[in-house]
C-alpha cells in the first residue's frame, strides 16, 4: 500500500512543496528524515520540514 504525502520545506533559497509517495505512513522522526533524504534525491537540497499532510493512502 503506498501513502501520499504533501510536504513543505524550506532550502537556502526559499520555500517549496512537493508529493511523496511512501510505503508506510509517516510516525516516527526517522520517518521524516526519510521524507527528507527523498527530497535531497529528488531535487538536490538540503530542507527543513515545515509541516507534512497525508492525502490518501
Same mark, same amino acid.
Given at each position: 500500500?503506498?501513502?501520499?504525502?504533501?510536504?513543505?520545506?524550506?532550502?537556502?533559497?526559499?520555500?517549496?512543496?512537493?508529493?511523496?509517495?511512501?510505503?508506510?505512513?509517516?510516525?516516527?522522526? /526517522?520517518? %521524516?528524515?526519510?521524507?527528507? +533524504?527523498?527530497? =535531497?534525491?529528488?531535487?538536490?537540497? /538540503?530542507? %527543513?520540514?515545515?509541516?507534512? +499532510?497525508?492525502? =490518501?493512502?
Amino acid at each position: 500500500m503506498k501513502y501520499v504525502y504533501f510536504v513543505s520545506y524550506s532550502h537556502k533559497d526559499g520555500f517549496g512543496m512537493i508529493e511523496i509517495f511512501a510505503d508506510r505512513p509517516v510516525k516516527t522522526y /526517522d520517518d %521524516v528524515l526519510s521524507l527528507r +533524504k527523498t527530497i =535531497k534525491e529528488k531535487n538536490g537540497l /538540503d530542507v %527543513v520540514i515545515i509541516n507534512w +499532510k497525508q492525502l =490518501k493512502k
